[in-house]
């Protein structure tokens, strides 16, 4: 049974989908009936430290804004201001149940359900027990709980029904908020605790996340994890007013349309303003082992702000993603949990102004 309890002491493929299961098409119209509410409606809390002010959405299986099954529930920051700015917000206008992964329709940007998320938000990319499960069986997304298999392929833009979503702990201070998820399986032998700390650094414009994942189970968990870092920095289009840089020289084997930006040295430079249909994916390539390659630079010169993005783990793989209302960059890193071993991870991200151009 799902419990939470709350202490307030202080980029892939397009598709659309046509067809549901009946338990599918409600959970998506209660997820979409939902969206269309004032944000105030869902559960949530706010953080501060004298400089930056973040609203965060909380964890809840009936009520919350997110319930889909592609991102981990906790630690969603949809607002984070500093100086005047906004760092995070809604890249899509709307969500549609048909929508698989997110679409363009007509002026719109319109996000199915599994992708509608924003802010420094999780996606543990590997779910554990797929391959072992038969079509009806069981299988677990972490940060997300125990889901139903379906036929066909494992796809992290499509619903799947959540079966326990595990019991969720949210513990709030003034300037952070503690998550706890603790989940098991033993039809399928996995079993986790995961904890997640958003906290503001103090006497510092620092958004910190520190994570940790224990294995309580009889399984080895194998997966990987990433931030999608949603930047939607005062709404500004993805375009040459942008820096995008990183510690060593970029390579790509997929080079973007020369037409929309180009990779030089260690940066990608947009060649215009990302409009209309437009879509940036860089993989990138070239990154070291040293854990001083996982910093990203994000700047937009046109309204003077930055973010310094980094993780104290080796990357494995890393991504640019962008259209108009967005630009993301998701740092990869590996996770091999052995029964009764711990793992832990921290991504910092610091926020800075600079002279605005004129």
């Known amino acids: 049974m ?3 309890t709350i202490d307030s002491s202080e980029e892939a493929p397009i598709i659309l989908s046509r067809t549901y299961p009946i338990w599918c098409a409600a959970m998506l119209l209660a ?25 965060l959405y909380l964890p809840d299986a009936k009520n919350g804004y997110y319930r889909s099954t592609r991102f981990d529930w906790s630690g969603v920051v949809y607002s984070l201001t500093y100086k005047g700015h906004d760092f995070y917000g809604p890249w899509y206008d709307r969500i549609d149940p048909k929508v698989i992964n997110w679409v363009y329709q007509g002026p719109e940007v319109v996000s199915g359900p599994c992708s509608a ?3 420094p938000v999780n996606e543990f990319a590997t779910p554990l027990g797929w391959e072992e499960a038969k079509a009806g069986g069981t299988f677990i997304k972490i940060g997300v709980g125990v889901l139903r298999k379906g036929d066909g392929n494992y ?6 029904e959540v079966l326990d979503p595990g019991k969720w702990s949210v513990k709030k201070s003034k300037d952070n908020i503690a998550f706890t998820q603790e ?8 079993g986790y605790l995961y904890r997640k700390v958003v906290r503001l650094e103090k006497g510092k414009p620092e958004l910190v996340i520190e994570q940790s994942l224990k294995n309580t189970g009889k399984k080895a ?3 990987q994890v990433y931030n999608h870092n949603f930047m939607v920095i005062d ?4 375009g040459p007013e942008f820096t995008f840089k990183v510690p060593f020289d970029i390579q790509v084997n997929q080079p973007p349309n020369k037409d929309l930006a180009e990779v030089r040295g260690n940066q990608v430079v947009y060649a215009k303003p990302l409009s209309g249909e437009d879509q940036v994916a860089v993989p990138i390539q070239g990154f070291s082992a040293d854990t001083r390659d996982s910093e990203v630079v994000i700047e937009n010169r046109k309204v003077g702000a930055g973010v310094k993005i980094t993780i104290d783990r080796p990357l494995v793989r890393s991504l640019l993603w962008s259209i108009r209302t967005v630009l993301a960059v998701e740092p990869y890193i590996a996770i091999d949990i052995q029964p009764g071993n711990e793992f832990t991870w921290t991504n910092r991200v610091e926020y800075y102004t600079m002279p605005a151009t004129k």
């Open 221 to 223: 968990i194998q997966s």
């Open 2 to 4: 799902w419990e939470c």
């Open 235 to 238: 709404k500004q289009a993805p």
């Open 117 to 119: 998320l924003m802010g």
């Open 31 to 55: 997820i979409l009936t939902s969206s269309a509410a004032n944000a105030a409606d869902y559960p949530q809390a706010e953080i501060a430290n004298g400089q930056i002010t973040a609203k």
């Open 183 to 190: 989940l098991s399986d033993p039809a399928d032998g996995y």
């Open 155 to 160: 796809n992290r833009y499509s619903p799947y």
